[in-house]
């Protein structure tokens, strides 16, 4: 079969979400008193929520939209502690009794979601694997070996190699032996139907609005209101922000394809030192006869470059195209994760004031362990005021020495990115013809009435018109075109074309304009 692009179109959807009923828990009605109230029904707010409910609290679990279909439903599914060349710098600015609480941390998360798979007897693909970060060129040598070194202090299986299963040469690799893969979805439903019951709830399209820190605390929603001794914020982006994290993370947006190729299946999981970094694993498909090659990369923050989306999942293609025969596209889909500017995920009390909310973020795209470490450790932090890992994801922790640089890079790009958005929407304005000159499926900001405007057109040439602004800090949104969606370049929010929230920080859709 030819190795050059298929004429026909992958599903836009990923592979766990195709491969997985959709879920119809019924949202909150009139409000309700539970022991704890959990904001956000991905792996970090699940996996709080059943460690809860077996240590005796009474949960809600409380969804805007859909559990499991956000940022956890359009992972790249890896269960490990490498998290690309993470422990030198862990080690050189954390120190080692920190980098080895962050690899205790994300090992026992592993060891968690094993043990769990056994004793519940969940179907979710879960097998032990190598995990390897590989370098192309023999320029980044020398940091795997610095890599290999600092992990090994810090007590994981790792070791130098410069052979791997995969398809073509590389220049040396870091491996880490027994990390794991699984399907998130098949595994966090299990769960779900597990908390729910006796006591303990899952609720959907139920949106939390605000959070009373009192004693005792209260979740204000769309449906009522949840009392509860203890919150634990395990949303995308903390709902409840007295703490600043939006100047605190930066967001980027990777992109995945779910491919056949000729080749035996691939053994293990793999992250390269390029940049942009690639990503490649396989998984089987549903009736399991086959392997997917789950193969991407391109990840990007949104305030930086102009290749539009389109551009990326081709860039994609092309990369399993030069080293693999591919027979077909299945899926493609993309995710958006935040990333600390120390490089450590905030776990424990949301903020100094606030005793009995925790937050669980920024996993910097590995939150499959990120994640259900955080589940844990808020667990520990409610039911025993204590964890061992606690001082390396404390959320107040000051790290000027990690954090500084890149804090003030990121926020001087947020600013120059907000001016350069003013300055381009008092410019703009409709082209000759107006709104019908938008090609159908496309989109573009216009000015009108010294206002910023969104405007699709949609396939059948009906144009749908939103305020291009994002009620989050004010900066413009920028068109999606593979995904026809409205992304705020500063601090992440995404929308529809129709203005409604796909994900925050922003809470709140972009306002319906009249032309």
């Not at 032990?128 to 060129?137: G, K, V």
């Not at 999606?480 to 925050?504: I, K, M, Q």
């Amino acid at each position: 079969m030819s190795n050059q692009p298929s004429s026909e179109s992958p599903r836009e959807k990923s592979l766990w979400l195709a491969t997985t009923p959709t879920t119809e828990y019924g949202p909150l009605e009139d409000g309700m008193d539970v022991d704890v109230a959990v904001v956000g029904g991905g792996i970090t707010g699940l996996t709080a929520a059943i460690e809860l409910q077996e240590a005796g609290k009474t949960v809600a679990v409380l969804e805007a939209d859909r559990i499991v279909e956000s940022t956890t439903g359009h992972t790249t599914a890896k269960l490990t502690s490498q998290h690309g060349l993470k422990y030198d710098r862990l080690v050189s600015q954390f120190g080692e009794e920190k980098a080895r609480q962050y690899a205790d941390a994300n090992e026992a998360a592993i060891d968690a979601v094993e043990r769990r798979v056994e004793t519940e007897d969940i179907d979710c693909d879960f097998q032990r694997t190598a995990a390897y970060t590989y370098a192309s060129t023999a320029a980044n040598v020398d940091q795997l070996r610095d890599e290999v070194e600092a992990a090994q202090r810090v007590g994981l299986p790792a070791s130098y190699v410069e052979e791997t299963p995969l398809p073509f040469d590389i220049a040396g690799a870091v491996r880490f032996d027994a990390q794991a893969e699984f399907h998130p979805r098949k595994y966090l439903l299990a769960i779900a139907e597990s908390v729910h019951g006796n006591g303990s709830y899952v609720f959907e399209e139920t949106h939390a609005e605000d959070i009373d820190p009192g004693s005792p605390c209260r979740v204000e929603t769309d449906r009522g209101a949840v009392v509860a001794d203890d919150v634990v914020v395990a949303t995308h982006f903390p709902v409840f922000d007295r703490a600043g994290y939006f100047a605190r993370m930066h967001p980027h947006r990777a992109y995945l394809l779910g491919v056949r190729v000729a080749e035996t299946p691939l053994s293990g999981m793999y992250y390269s030192t390029d940049s942009p970094p690639a990503t490649i694993r396989t998984h089987p498909t549903d009736d399991g006869d086959d392997e997917l090659l789950l193969v991407g990369g391109q990840s990007h923050k949104p305030s930086v470059g102009g290749v539009p989306t389109s551009e990326r999942y081709r860039r994609c293609e092309a990369f399993a195209r030069e080293h693999f025969t591919v027979e077909s596209i299945e899926y493609r889909w993309s995710t958006m994760d935040y990333s600390p500017v120390d490089g450590v995920p905030f776990v424990g009390r949301i903020d100094p004031l606030a005793k009995h909310v925790y937050v669980g973020t920024g996993f910097g795209g590995w939150g499959m362990t990120g994640g259900t470490a955080a589940g844990m450790i808020l667990t520990d932090l409610i039911t025993e005021d204590s964890s061992p890992w606690t001082d390396v994801f404390d959320p107040q922790r000051l790290t000027p020495g990690a954090s500084a640089k890149s804090f003030l890079e990121e926020n001087a790009k947020v600013g120059g990115s907000f001016v350069a958005d003013r300055i381009r929407a008092l410019l703009a304005g409709l082209e000759k013809g107006g709104a019908a000159a938008i090609p159908p499926g496309d989109a573009r900001v216009i000015r009108r009435s010294n206002r910023p405007i969104g405007l699709y057109r949609d396939a059948d040439g009906t144009t749908h018109a939103v305020s291009a602004t994002c009620p989050h800090m004010g900066c413009l949104v920028r068109w999606n075109d593979a995904e026809r969606t409205w992304d705020c370049p500063c601090h992440g929010s995404r929308f529809t074309y129709d203005g409604d929230v796909l994900s925050g920080p922003a809470v709140e859709g972009l306002l319906y304009r009249q032309l």
